[in-house]
Nanobody, 120 residues
Framework: QVQLVDSGGGLVQPGGSLRLSCVAS????????MAWYRQVLGNPRELVAQ???????KYADTMKGRVTISRDFSNDTMWLQMNNLEPEDTAVYYC??????????????WGQGTQVTVSS
């Protein structure tokens, strides 16, 4: 079994910052791409940022310039630093990863989600 545990959400005022964390654990041979998504109730889940096994980073336009994705390849941990948050950023944020438990099996795994609420 493999799992992702994401954390770090909370209530923050507009203009504030939060740092989300995601840790992969279980029977892991390789973690390839990792990403953060967010979902507002009633809307589709959307990409926020992605970081590949090789360190290639992609940011979606919605939060570009206000977020920084990073990753520790040695212990399969990923972070999302979010700055200058706006009420429109209120959503559940999900960690996502492309995990290979062995050389023959690939699984797409999601974290349980962490709520981010931006409000005064």
């Amino acid at each position: 079994q493999v799992q992702l545990v994401d954390s770090g959400g909370g209530l923050v005022q507009p203009g504030g910052s939060l740092r989300l964390s995601c840790v992969a654990s279980g029977n892991i041979w390789l973690v390839y791409d990792m990403a953060w998504y967010r979902q507002v109730l009633g809307n589709p889940r959307e990409l926020v940022a992605q970081i590949s096994r090789h360190g290639t980073i992609k940011y979606a336009d919605t939060m570009k310039g206000r977020v920084t994705i990073s990753r520790d390849f040695s212990n399969d941990t990923m972070w999302l630093q979010m700055n200058n948050l706006e009420p429109e950023d209120t959503a559940v944020y999900y960690c996502n990863a492309d995990i290979w438990p062995n050389a023959d099996t690939r699984r797409e795994v999601w974290g349980q989600g962490t709520q981010v609420t931006v409000s005064s």
